[in-house]
């Protein structure tokens, strides 16, 4: 039998807090990793999904601050892998980073590739997933790094146990024809069938009156709860909230933040947060609730997904009269939801967090800034066949190509070879890379409502036209970047949850509107700036972030929206070598995959 969701959360639900190395001496850990298809039945339907140990949600990597971690992944499925692991920094592993064709070639059907990594510097939750295509739908599963003194910084609670909290979404589609369908355009008839909470799609959906199965937390009063919650959806930003409970959020992508007190997470596609929860309600049964958002029409509208779960406390009789709204055999209360088309709930979610001013960074960060980017995010089009011209705009007599860029530029993925094997080597190695544009080609009203609809007497043909490229931006070793994301309403106006490998930055400033530095610079938070390895960039509005490119290698930067990256809004930043051996990307492994070249359809 499949030991999918329940078996793999019954065993998180037993992790004990600080295992592994904690006390200071570092340890090895080991996994392998076979990845295969398997069937797994929900809504009636036996579906063929790819997944590591035959598992959905995969299996935790668990290790300790300072840890060695090593995966052997034997690839026994039918596609192209690779495993990316998310937020990790890959100090000179930039090898390990499992961004296909970025970092390296595919491994291919019935071949095994090792990676090894180690965790230094980052503590609490980041996951791994598929980097090639859009497996991950399936094949992904959660990254928890302990303190190396086995306790945590923050003062008021001390977690008694850790809470693997994934939402994802069900599908019940050839992903791999998905995947086809957005890199040749786009198709929002192509939508999950459910979302998924640790992979169970919950008790909204039913088949022939048949209900699904719950998540169920088991909590006892008193006791604090470190809910690890990721986001591993393809599609959607989710609103996160249990019925009669308030979170305390401590972590952001494995950084520790100011702790902030909610009753929402709002939690997009990539991010991970550390969410402190005390069972202090009434003893009782009550419902977690995970439900997508989404930019309202104009916008084109995907079915609203939600998926719920049970707290339920441990001294909660039901059937008794324990406790006051249990006895009676009412259903559990519902948390009250934001809308689905609420989009300020989340942009004051991400304003409100920030870091710690104590960063070692941030006197760097505070001085002279290096390199500049203005990048829009948008849909565009391209001619077929790269024709110069075409009919754009819309409409029946349309024959472009819908793709996604960054300042008008569709990224295309090398074939050849890995854009880091292309640097190891030298001169690009052939590959025909172009550097992307510090600004984007015109300036406009970039968040001008009148530009979402697709269609005729839509002012759009200067404004779409796109085109396609390798693209890369280097930086000096050591230099302090700034990044302006400026979203856009061209043909859409959804938010852009920005994710860069092998760094993480500074979350410097947030807003509305077109980004105006006459007026936003003033706005910069150089005191506290959130640490992030993904920026949610508010719809029609713009994040300003900082880094420090001290990490040799070459490192993708794209959406985490699966059908923005398929379409191209992606890039890759190379850093260059520093001046010593300790600042200098070593040379491959021996058993770094090979590309095997594609046959052109």
Request: aromatic residues 10%; hydrophobic residues 40%; glycine residues 8%.
């Amino acid at each position: 039998m499949l030991p999918i969701a329940a078996a793999l959360f019954s065993f998180y639900a037993a992790v004990a807090l600080l295992g592994g190395s904690a006390g200071g001496q570092a340890a090895v850990v080991e996994h392998t990793f076979v990845v295969k298809q398997v069937y797994i039945r929900h809504l009636c339907n036996d579906t063929l999904a790819t997944v590591v140990n035959g598992q959905f949600p995969g299996p935790p990597v668990e290790a300790t601050e300072g840890d060695t971690v090593i995966v052997h992944l034997v690839n026994e499925s039918p596609f192209e892998i690779t495993i990316h692991w998310h937020g990790v920094k890959q100090r000179l592993t930039c090898w390990a980073d499992g961004a296909g064709m970025v970092t390296q070639c595919p491994i291919q059907p019935n071949s095994t590739f090792t990676y090894r990594f180690k965790v230094d510097g980052q503590e609490g939750t980041l996951w791994w997933h598929s980097h090639v295509s859009i497996l991950r739908a399936t094949l992904h599963g959660i990254i928890i790094i302990r303190p190396k003194s086995g306790s945590y910084p923050f003062q008021n609670h001390q977690p008694h146990v850790d809470v693997p909290i994934i939402i994802g979404e069900w599908w019940q589609r050839d992903l791999m024809k998905v995947d086809k369908n957005f890199s040749n355009g786009g198709s929002f008839s192509d939508n999950p069938a459910g979302a998924t909470i640790n992979g169970k799609l919950g008790d909204l959906y039913n088949c022939s009156g048949v209900v699904e199965d719950n998540f169920v937390l088991n909590v006892e009063q008193g006791k604090t709860y470190m809910l690890r919650l990721v986001n591993a959806a393809l599609f959607s930003e989710y609103y996160f909230k249990v019925a009669g409970h308030k979170f305390t959020v401590v972590g952001a992508d494995a950084n520790y933040i100011t702790p902030y007190t909610t009753d929402v997470v709002a939690i997009a596609p990539g991010e991970t947060f550390d969410v402190l929860m005390v069972a202090d309600a009434p003893p009782c049964r009550y419902y977690m609730a995970a439900l997508s958002n989404q930019p309202p029409a104009p916008d084109p509208q995907i079915p609203v997904f939600v998926s719920r779960g049970i707290v339920q406390y441990a001294n909660d009789d039901t059937t008794g009269a324990a406790a006051s709204g249990c006895r009676d055999g009412r259903p559990p209360p519902m948390p009250e939801m934001p809308d689905q088309h609420d989009t300020t709930t989340t942009f004051h979610f991400h304003g409100n967090l920030s870091g710690l001013p104590t960063h070692p960074l941030l006197p760097q960060l505070r001085g002279r800034v290096d390199d500049r980017l203005f990048i829009s995010l948008g849909k565009g089009t391209i001619c077929p066949g790269d024709r110069p011209s075409c009919r754009r705009g819309g409409g029946d007599e349309a024959e472009a190509i819908e793709v996604a860029y960054m300042n008008n530029v569709s990224f295309r993925l090398p074939e050849r070879m890995s854009m880091l094997e292309a640097r190891q080597y030298g001169g690009n190695a052939g590959l025909a890379v172009q550097e992307l544009p510090a600004r984007p080609p015109s300036v406009f009203n970039f968040t001008d409502p009148a530009l979402i609809p697709v269609g005729p007497g839509v002012p759009l043909e200067k404004i779409e036209a796109t085109r396609k490229a390798t693209t890369v931006r280097r930086f000096a070793h050591n230099a302090t970047v700034e990044v302006v994301f400026q979203s856009t309403a061209t043909m859409q106006s959804d938010s852009n949850p920005m994710h860069l490998h092998g760094h993480d930055f500074f979350v410097l400033a947030q807003g509305h509107g077109n980004y105006d530095p006459a007026k936003h610079v003033r706005t910069y938070n150089l005191v506290d700036p959130l640490l992030k390895n993904t920026v949610q960039v508010p719809r029609l509005g713009w994040a300003v972030v900082r880094f420090v490119a001290d990490n040799p290698g070459a490192w993708f930067m794209h959406c985490h929206f699966e059908f923005h990256i398929a379409m191209g809004m992606a890039t890759v930043f190379e850093v260059a070598n520093g001046a010593t051996p300790d600042d200098t990307l070593p040379p491959p492994p021996p058993d770094l995959p090979k590309c095997i070249p594609h046959k052109k359809e």
